[in-house]
């Protein structure tokens, strides 16, 4: 069993910034397979993919969305995975989820691609204008 744990969310003022983090522990002896991701919730029952990061080959994939604003690193040693979030607005108010696949290629590793198999609890980051 794989537990992902998220923090850094909190309420903030459009044009700022928050940095999530997400923390894996559990079954991850085969991290550097994993594909490792930030989703967003956007109606009752419907989560978007915001990024993505494929631990083996380092490489982030983001949403169109994003437009450059959130950058999306790991730590591997600490299996962290972080989103920087810059130049936030209103709209990107949402409860935010970590979320992984393990044993994943980076092919399949993208925000509109990826099938979490394990999410976290999620972090709320609200921004007023």
């Known amino acids: 069993q794989v537990r992902l744990r998220e923090s850094g969310g909190g309420s903030v003022q459009a044009g700022e910034s928050l940095r999530l983090s997400c923390k894996a522990s559990g079954s991850v002896d085969t991290y550097g397979r994993y594909c490792m991701a930030w989703f967003r919730q956007i109606s009752e029952n419907e989560r978007e993919g915001v990024a993505t990061f494929y631990i083996g080959l380092g490489t982030p994939k983001y949403a169109d969305f994003v437009e450059g604003r959130f950058t999306i690193s790991s730590d591997y040693d600490r299996k962290t995975v972080y989103l920087e979030m810059n130049r936030l607005e209103p709209e990107d108010t949402a409860m935010y989820y970590c979320?992984?696949?393990?044993?994943?290629?980076?092919?399949?590793?993208?925000?509109?691609?990826?099938?979490?198999?394990?999410w976290g609890q999620g972090t709320q980051v609200t921004v007023s204008s």
């Open positions: 979320a992984a696949v393990p044993f994943s290629y980076d092919d399949l590793c993208g925000p509109e691609k990826m099938k979490p198999t394990y």
